[in-house]
């Protein structure tokens, strides 16, 4: 049956919002950051976060996704403070941050806090985005007590898309099968920050042990152990895995 001039018109229209409102999704980025304080300064930075920080974000259109602290000695808990923001795009990231550090609140918070010298001595930031086997950075049960862990890997020499098949197929749902909660996988967006063979991702877990128990279960699970032997026929997908367990702030909107 032929379609009258309108309706194919509007079938039109509705492809292209439907084409643009896909491609708004995929233009959000995240950010991830890592401060390094001077000796002594964390609780002064956290307390800025804390009472200031985040507001003057969300007022200038950033996306709170979580704050964390490393929970491990080897990690530097005492000096780092680690955390992502949502952006609607990287051109938003740019605006917002440059509304952000023209803001006369923030310049009165900044100047205050450093009354008694300079809390943060580097500022890290990686530009990010979600591959299609993302979950909400969110989930869970966000009633806190869980213990989160940021894993970096870094993809052998034209493997990543052979790594991402592997965590796509497989590694994430036999993460659930063994407890892990899976919260968002990414990639870098910047080709210095590791864009071509860079997974970065966080995973959360009820404590401590938990996690101890369900990365010993995961290891030892034949499905696993299958679809890794399968999936490095022709080498293995990895050069280097980093991990780093993290404890959520008291202001994190996950935890």
Known sequence: MKLPRYAFVLVLAWFAAFATGRSADNSRVYEMR?????????????ARFRNHTVKIFEKHGMVNVGYWVPADAKDNPDTT????????????????????????????????SEANGKIVAKVES???????????????????GRVFERRTYTAADGKQAALDSRFRDHTVALFKKHGITNLGYFHPVDADKGASNTLVYFLAYPN??????????FAAD???MAARKASEVNGKLTTKVESVYLTPTDFSAIK
């Open 81 to 112: 403070l680690i955390y992502v923001l949502e952006h609607k795009s990287r051109d938003a990231a740019t605006a917002s941050w440059k509304a952000f550090r023209d803001d006369p609140v923030w310049k009165d918070v900044a100047k205050k």
């Open 222 to 224: 034949a499905d696993w």
């Open 34 to 46: 890592t401060y390094y304080t001077n000796p002594g300064k964390l609780p002064d930075l956290l």
């Open 126 to 144: 990686v530009f990010l985005t979600a591959t299609d086997f993302s979950k909400a950075m969110n989930a869970g049960n966000g009633k806190g």
């Open 208 to 217: 401590r042990e938990a996690a101890a128990a369900s990365w010993k279960a």
